[in-house]
């Protein structure tokens, strides 16, 4: 299996210092942080000895956000942090409740209430139940204690690390502002809501305006279709777990998700880049600096011995 979140191009690498672990690697700044921070829950591509399923690696690849942390990592360079999965999320999926599990998926009780949503209703939970349509990730439902391994090993120090670089920059600017990062493919399929349609370029998801202040999310947009994007608000892709939990707009802790169309940067039967990359990621900078700016503009935010 190729590496490829090792691969980081080499200006994002030259401003941040990075940690690293079986569940996460993390690109922080060196100079100049802003509470800006990026997180790819779906771009890692590992896959464990234990994962047993009887997928192909092809459709294993279908939901893999391929590059996606790529793509954003140069904001580092801007003072923002990256954080990006390395195990596939057709394993175990970050951006899921860890409660959001089909009982069926399992051969023994759970040590606790589980609360199955409508992800998992479309087989899309916290463990995937089908990689496609009519094609069953597994043979036989998976042990308690494996999957409790999973969570434990995987998802727990993404989240904890995930939530912790939050409030440290909370804690330090008085405000926050978290974007979660995903690709899609360009139509979608019988386990998406909007089957068969063709997609925006991006698709950008405040959960209905729950989440982040408008003209945050008015910004973002307006900045995509300045570049030329056709750009679609919270359809079909509102906002995931990993939104909802680290969002209170109360307490200036805003949180967006930003899809973006696969065949915009990648051959998406083939699951390589094509020559689209270099000028997505570009642009994905252009972007990344208009949001920098304006929230080093905002009055709520500390001014500080961090702060150029
Ligand atoms: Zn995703």
Redesign the pocket.
């Known amino acids: 299996m190729t590496q490829h979140n090792d691969v980081i191009s080499t200006a994002a690498m030259a401003c941040s210092s990075t940690e690293s672990n079986d569940s996460f690697q993390l690109y922080l700044p060196q100079q100049h942080c802003v509470p800006l921070v990026f997180d790819s829950?779906?771009s890692g591509m590992q896959l464990p000895d234990d994962f047993n399923t009887q997928a192909s690696l092809q459709q294993l690849q279908t939901g893999w956000?391929a590059f996606i942390d790529e793509l954003w990592a140069p904001a580092t360079a801007l003072g923002a942090s990256v954080m990006a999965a390395r195990v596939s999320?057709m394993y175990i999926d970050l951006?899921r409740a860890p409660d959001d599990i089909a009982p069926q998926m399992l051969d023994g009780s759970w040590p606790g209430v589980l609360n199955p949503t409508a992800y998992s209703q479309r087989g899309m939970g916290l463990l995937r139940q089908w990689s496609l349509p009519q094609m069953p990730m597994y043979s036989a439902p998976l042990s308690v204690a494996a999957v409790q391994q999973r969570i434990q090993r995987y998802y727990q120090p993404y989240h904890q690390r995930l939530r912790q670089l939050l409030e440290q920059r909370y804690q330090q600017f008085g405000a926050v502002w978290h974007i979660n990062c995903?690709?899609?493919k360009s139509r979608g399929n019988a386990m998406n809501i909007d089957a068969g349609a063709s997609r925006a370029d991006i698709v950008v998801g405040n959960r209905d305006g729950q989440s982040a202040d408008g003209r945050f999310t008015a910004l973002v947009v307006d900045s995509f279709r300045a570049l030329g994007y056709n750009v679609s608000l919270n359809y079909p892709y509102k906002g995931g777990y990993l939104t909802h939990c680290f969002a209170n707009r109360n307490q200036h802790r805003h949180s967006i998700q930003i899809?973006i169309n696969r065949q915009l940067y990648m051959d998406e039967a083939n699951f390589c880049r094509h020559q689209g990359f270099t000028g997505l990621q570009q642009h994905l900078l252009q972007v990344s600096t208009i949001l920098a700016d304006y929230i080093r503009s905002q009055p709520v935010v500390k001014k500080g011995k961090h702060h150029d």
């Open positions: 829950p779906h956000d999320r951006n995903h690709s899609m899809e």
